[in-house]
């Protein structure tokens, strides 16, 4: 009787217990939900001149309808912070170094790095310096975010998990979102100086020249149809040196992984235009695919905008946004001129050395003689424990870093009183080529490449964003200055920044490499240039379409995944696994089968053979730059690369074919040993796990690990927050840059005028709750390539915001 008293007792204590939890997790699903956008019905909102409407389709992309911009952009920040709000307080968190107080102590390496530039303080003064027409529009897209955030019924899931709060948004914020941009796209640059100038204290000036070309075969510069004239050719190879720096070919330490295994190189972004002279409709078309990190939800946000024109007709809109900017297209079309970027990659860092000494304490010596830096005291918000205090000192010529056993002025374009400005709205009314070339030049972004076409078919490139005015020439300013040598003081005026209008061939591309070869180039500098294989394959690409052009051919050529920069290494380890090479050797005789028999000329997922001779040039890099690589970073552990530039393949390309006995490291007996070694530390890496070599494929190595940030924290979260594992074609040094996770951020094609023909691609969806039906939503298309229209569909919900009473 008393065990089955017991046993009922138990089996009512389990019922109750899982009743409990599934009280629990239906609990859980309704809070969850309730941070669930609002997608229809009507709100009441407080300064609104009429009714706006926001009309999303199936995949949840809005067209925003209102009497007045300043109520389009209000309704704007509603649907910014209801479907991205996590989203847009990671980047001005990331901006303003306050990542801690979300994240904890992990965080303040990060918030260290940041809150050394002082980002909060310059947006609260620029923000002091915008008109009053630009500030009113931005405080109504301010109100529209305080009001979307207020209106969700939960706040948003990212607080619940993190267990913090979230905070209202200001319009020094959205400032900060362009400062993240910043970071993002120019911060590096820092680290390759110390990565150049490591190079420059351990070589001679010869081997540093032939080292670091200024340029390479594969560029393909925009300046041969500068103003109908020739431009100037590339600069003639550098002889190779008698003799190599002492570091060459050192041991870099057994057991490294290969320097391009985990990662694809971080330099990405096509943009393109053809003429109305080669379109079929007569209208240019433009291209975008600007490449970034990945994850979810996906860094741009899709959409449409209508409002009244001044000259009393309708204003269309149609592109991608950035939430918590302020409230513009970035990349689209106004209907008369569309507008794409890719990151310029100018010189616009200089770090200075400053110099100390005995009697001046307290002092640094800069070009301009002694300081005494101004110092800030920054009180850095720490979850779960008490603030941390850092001190910022600050010169003339920007904030102090120390870096190996040296002091630095960061002397960084960001920091400059126009580094962030609302002039990218003007574009919204530009009505040609020429006047979206002016308006780009005194934008306040980082500084893009910027191409545009116009609805009567003209096309134009220029440099959008501020370009410093350089006396010190360009090669010279990309390492660090030593002590004397004079840094930018103004800004170079907007009338003296390079353009291309119209060039004869009827087509301008960019893809992050060299744009001029003329005058030009030294107003520009060189801040990390890819080595021009991607833009070259682009622009050939391009002029294969020949006339006729439409949308959908165009799209298409930011998916080309031929291994043409790949193709030669195929050709040389091919050449180096001779049957001497492969005798008593079976895993290098499987190597040279796979380079034959699994190599389509595409970065292909099936491909073993593209992925062996990726794996080929790297080992090569690592063999000969590894050693100097390992002492760079012993020296600072945040350096750069060490090649100092993304042209060392064409340094190693040039040494295996002259094969020059000085420059062959020592541990080995020729350059054919050399290459082999290369070969076996790819097998090696590729098998060290028991894989056989036949199952290293392409898209084995290139899968999709695209996430929510949240996931980093809580991994367990990851399949419920993260997009599928795809297998993706594409790598870099190619039009379709892919990897695990960066690569194409969109993909848009559009004629101005002609919207209804353009064509969209992104990762992930609209929305960034993964309970949204938007979550995902063509994503599946982005991986495929398989393009949706640009424009909104058919409306499935319907919000209507009115004024209140």
Not at 119 to 130: C, E, P, Q, V, Y
Not at 217 to 223: E, G, I, K, S, V
Not at 417 to 433: D, I, Q, W
Not at 675 to 702: K, M, P, Y
Request: no cysteine; glycine share 10%.
């Amino acid at each position: 009787m008393r065990l089955r008293r017991w046993k009922t007792w138990t089996l009512r204590a389990l019922a109750g217990l899982l009743v409990l939890v599934v009280l629990a997790l239906a609990a859980a699903w309704l809070i969850l939900r309730a941070s669930l956008a609002q997608l229809e019905g009507e709100r009441r909102a407080p300064g609104l001149d009429g009714p706006v409407t926001v009309a999303r389709d199936a995949a949840g992309v809005p067209l925003i309808s209102g009497n007045s911009r300043a109520d389009v952009a209000y309704a704007t920040g509603f649907v910014h912070a209801q479907e991205r709000f996590f989203q847009m307080d990671l980047l001005r968190r990331t901006a303003a170094g306050e990542l801690a107080e979300l994240f904890g102590p992990r965080a303040l390496p990060l918030d260290r790095a940041r809150r050394l530039h002082r980002f909060r303080a310059r947006a609260d003064a620029a923000l002091a310096r915008l008109d009053a027409k630009e500030r009113a529009l931005l405080e109504r897209y301010v109100a529209g975010v305080n009001d979307g955030l207020g209106a969700l019924r939960s706040r948003p899931f990212e607080y619940l998990l993190t267990g913090t709060e979230a905070r209202p948004w200001r319009a020094a914020d959205s400032l900060l979102v362009v400062w993240a941009m910043y970071i993002d796209l120019q911060d590096s640059q820092a680290e390759r100086e110390l990565a150049r100038g490591w190079l420059r204290t351990h070589s001679t000036p010869q081997q540093l020249a032939f080292l670091l070309p200024e340029a390479s075969r594969w560029d393909h510069t925009l300046d041969r149809t500068l103003d109908d004239t020739p431009g100037a050719a590339a600069p003639g190879p550098v002889p190779i040196p008698a003799t190599a720096p002492a570091w060459w070919g050192a041991a870099a330490g057994q057991g490294q992984r290969l320097a391009g295994a985990d990662s694809v190189d971080a330099v990405g972004s096509n943009n393109y235009a053809v003429a109305g002279s080669r379109s079929a409709s007569g209208a240019a078309i433009v291209s975008d695919d600007m490449h970034l990190g990945l994850q979810l939800p996906n860094i741009w946000y899709r959409l449409a905008l209508r409002f009244p024109d001044p000259r009393g007709g309708q204003r269309r809109l149609a592109g991608v946004s950035l939430p918590g900017a302020p409230p513009s297209v970035i990349v689209g079309s106004n209907g008369q001129v569309a507008w794409a970027f890719t990151n310029s990659y100018a010189d616009l860092l200089d770090l200075v050395v400053l110099g100390r000494g005995p009697s001046r304490p307290g002092q640094l010596r800069l070009p301009g003689g002694w300081e005494t830096p101004t110092t800030h005291v920054e009180l850095i918000a720490v979850k779960g424990a008490a603030p941390e205090r850092f001190v910022v000192r600050e010169t003339s010529l920007g904030p102090v870093r120390e870096a190996g056993g040296r002091a630095y002025a960061v002397h960084w374009i960001a920091h400059d009183p126009a580094a962030v400005n609302l002039r990218h709205l003007a574009l919204e009314r530009a009505a040609s080529v020429e006047e979206a070339l002016a308006l780009a030049n005194v934008d306040g972004i980082p500084a893009q490449n910027f191409v545009a076409g116009d609805a009567a078919g003209n096309i134009g490139w220029t440099i959008a964003g501020p370009l410093p005015q350089r006396s010190t020439p360009a090669p010279a300013a990309s390492f660090p200055l030593e002590e004397g040598v004079p840094t930018w003081s103004a800004l170079l005026p907007p009338q003296r920044y390079p353009r291309v209008l119209n060039p004869g061939d009827g087509q301008l591309s960019t893809a992050n490499s060299r744009q001029l070869m003329g005058a030009g180039a030294g107003l520009i500098g060189d801040g990390g240039f890819d080595i021009g294989a991607r833009n070259r394959q682009l622009a050939d690409g391009l002029r294969a379409l020949g006339t006729g052009v439409g949308v959908a051919r165009a799209f298409d050529v930011a998916l080309d995944d031929r291994a043409l920069f790949i193709a030669p290494w195929r050709g040389r380890a091919l050449a180096a696994l001779d049957q001497a090479a492969l005798a008593g050797h079976p895993q290098r005789a499987e190597f040279r089968r796979l380079l034959e028999r699994s190599w389509d000329g595409r970065a292909s997922v099936d491909s073993v053979g593209y992925r062996l001779a990726r794996g080929y040039m790297w080992a090569l890099h690592d063999l000969l730059y590894g050693g100097a690589r390992a002492a760079q970073q012993a020296e600072d552990p945040k350096s750069g690369p060490v090649a100092g530039t993304s042209r060392w393949p064409e340094v190693v390309a040039r040494l295996l074919d002259a094969r020059p006995a000085a420059w062959l490291p020592p541990a080995y007996a020729d350059w054919r040993a050399l290459e082999l070694a290369a070969v076996d530390r790819v097998i090696a890496e590729l098998t060290q796990d028991g894989q056989a070599l036949a199952g290293a494929s392409w898209g084995r190595r290139n899968t999709a690990a695209i996430a929510h940030p949240v996931s980093i924290a809580v991994p367990a979260l990851k399949r419920f927050l993260g997009a599928p594992a795809d297998q993706l074609p594409g790598d870099a040094h190619m039009p379709r840059v892919a990897g695990p996770s960066f690569g194409q951020s969109q993909r848009l094609t559009v004629s101005p005028g002609r919207e209804e023909e353009g064509l969209y691609n992104m990762p992930g969806g609209q929305s960034g709750h993964p309970l949204s039906p938007f979550f995902l939503a063509g994503h599946a298309e982005w991986a495929a390539g398989r393009p949706v229209p640009l424009l909104p569909g058919h409306a499935r919900h319907t919000l209507r915001l009115l004024p209140a009473r």
